[in-house]
């Protein structure tokens, strides 16, 4: 059911698509964000998912946008933001979903791909905050809200340091920005997802049903969280009901973080 939390914001969504079958975090938010009220650019590498999700936001009943970018180049992720100011507005929030784990021990993980790493799970967030801030400076207010992941502080039984150190960076990166800029009225805040059930898992950790079963099974509450879960948290950070919360790192985890197990 639509609300209007959000209604006449304008949002960003960076990584808005989904990489395989089924409900990514990305859509699932950008989705929410609709039922909010705001105006959605469905910002994502692949145009067709990112044309895809926008007509899904449109059929909610608001204004939505489509626009195919790679955030790890500084060129395309400015074309884009231009690209929403001009068709949509100024940004009221921003939100930084893309991410992926690579897995390999730092052995198995060649320089190249490290880099590759750091790039898209940490400086792409860099690249649209250097292009968005500009603009919520101007207007006095906005919110990044950054997605990053339980890994960024605990071990989760995956190996994969790229991943685990530049989710780190997003954390403090986020720490950085809410108290750089909080005076002038703009939040940031960090969304830490534990073990959520997306297309991701299937394509890039494991397809077997056994050890999809056992992924349930690490979380304290014996299920994997949904796309849904991180997209309740987003819309209420970017909601004036949470005027007074900046610079947090969320989990979103159902207790994951506070368990001594896996």
Same mark, same amino acid.
């Given at each position: 059911?639509?609300s209007?939390?959000l209604?006449?914001?304008?949002? /960003? ?31 994502d590498?692949?145009?067709?998912e ?15 946008l ?5 955030v790890?180049k ?20 921003l939100?930084?979903n893309?991410?992926?784990p690579? /897995? ?25 905050c ?10 006095r207010?906005?919110?990044?809200i ?7 502080i605990?071990d989760?039984g995956?190996?994969?340091p ?5 989710k ?24 830490l ?5 997306t ?10 049903a ?26 209420? /950070? ?11 790192c ?6 994951l ?6």
């Open positions: 059911m639509k209007c939390e209604e006449g914001k304008v949002v /960003l969504v960076f990584g808005a698509g989904s990489s395989g079958v089924g409900l990514s975090n990305g859509e699932a938010t950008a989705l929410a964000y609709a039922d909010a009220g705001a105006s959605v650019a469905a910002i590498v692949n145009r067709h990112a044309e895809r999700v926008a007509a899904r936001i449109a059929d909610v009943g608001v204004s939505s489509g626009v195919e970018a790679d790890t500084s060129s395309e992720v400015a074309r884009a933001v231009a690209t929403v100011v001009h068709k949509l507005g100024i940004p009221d929030v939100h930084n893309v991410g992926s690579r /897995l390999g021990s730092i052995l198995e993980t060649e320089p190249d791909a490290w880099r590759a790493s750091v790039e898209l799970n940490l400086t792409s967030a860099y690249l649209t250097r292009e968005t801030l500009p603009h919520m400076l101007e207007a207010r906005g919110v990044i950054n997605v990053s992941s339980l890994a960024s605990r989760t995956y190996v994969y790229a991943y685990n150190a530049a780190a960076g997003l954390n403090q990166l986020t720490v950085s920005l809410a108290l750089a800029y909080a005076k002038q009225g703009i939040r940031a805040n960090a969304i997802p534990g073990l959520i059930n297309p991701l898992v299937t394509q890039q950790i494991t397809e077997d056994q050890a999809l079963a056992a992924r349930h099974e690490m979380s304290p509450t014996g299920r994997m969280g949904s796309p849904e879960d991180i997209a309740n948290a987003a819309v209420f /950070l970017a909601s004036d009901k949470a005027s007074y919360i900046n610079g947090v969320l989990p979103v985890d159902g207790g973080s506070m368990s001594c197990i896996r």
